[in-house]
């Protein structure tokens, strides 16, 4: 993602009603910021938001929080989410290491990391999105029976995680390396990413992935 500071991005997102400020001190309480019990998926690196705001319009029944680090990013979800009628879909604008003082345990059903950043140096593999620094994080937040959903045109970074996930004792319950021609593609919804690589004809890698059992530790 081409980032370019916006003049004014900090402050219409610290004015936005769609965004949450302080989010630390909702720990544990997410349903109280969306009036229902649904359940609460996550899309960690959502960019401009294309996939998280499709699912939430398709899913009313699914409480969806899109996570951005970057504010000018960010602000371009903004102006989209401004022309949607939807109450089911809130942002954080923090890095998503920092999830795990955000969300308890077990409050989040699923988690989608979508063409996450390659950091192809070695010396940057802990910013990786599958690093077992944050899988240990999404470990921490999701619920017993929660999984990762992870889409990428990157086949470094995809032999990587099916390295990493299962070195972390995360189980690996189906992956394709050409989604659109699988029959994991059906339900599938496109990101911008997606969207793009796919149409220069780069076959588009997903994986899903349950964390370790935690069978006795609940
Ligand atoms: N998911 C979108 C898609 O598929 O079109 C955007 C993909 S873009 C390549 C990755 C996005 O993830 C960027 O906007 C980046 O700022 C964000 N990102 C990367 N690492 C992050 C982190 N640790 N916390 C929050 N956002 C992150």
Redesign the pocket.
């Known amino acids: 993602?081409r980032l370019r500071h916006i003049p004014g991005a900090e402050e219409a997102i610290a004015s936005s009603p769609y965004v949450i400020q302080e989010p630390e001190s909702q720990k544990g309480c997410w349903d109280q910021i969306f009036g229902n019990s649904h359940p609460v998926e996550i899309?960690?690196?959502?960019?401009k938001g294309?996939?998280i705001m499709e699912l939430a319009l398709s899913h009313p029944d699914i409480n969806y929080i899109g996570?951005?680090?970057?504010s000018s990013?960010l602000l371009k979800a903004l102006q989209k989410r401004s022309r949607l009628e939807l109450s089911n879909i809130v942002f954080l604008c923090?890095?998503?290491?920092d999830m795990a003082d955000i969300f308890a345990p077990g409050e989040v059903s699923r988690i989608y990391l979508?063409?996450?950043?390659p950091w192809p140096k070695d010396r940057h593999a802990k910013r990786r999105?599958t690093s077992p620094a944050f899988l240990s994080v999404y470990e921490k937040i999701l619920a017993s029976e929660g999984q990762i959903e992870f889409k990428t045109d990157n086949q470094d970074l995809f032999d990587y995680s099916l390295e990493s996930i299962p070195a972390s004792g995360w189980e690996i319950q189906e992956y394709t390396r050409d989604l659109h021609k699988s029959l994991m593609v059906l339900g599938n919804v496109m990101?911008?990413?997606?969207a793009k690589f796919s149409a220069l004809g780069k076959p588009i890698c997903k994986l899903i992935a349950c964390p370790p059992n935690r069978a006795g530790q609940d």
Do not use: H, K, Q
């Open positions: 993602m899309e960690v690196g959502m960019g294309r996939f996570i951005e680090r970057y990013v923090i890095d998503a290491r979508n063409f996450s950043d999105l990101t911008e990413y997606e």
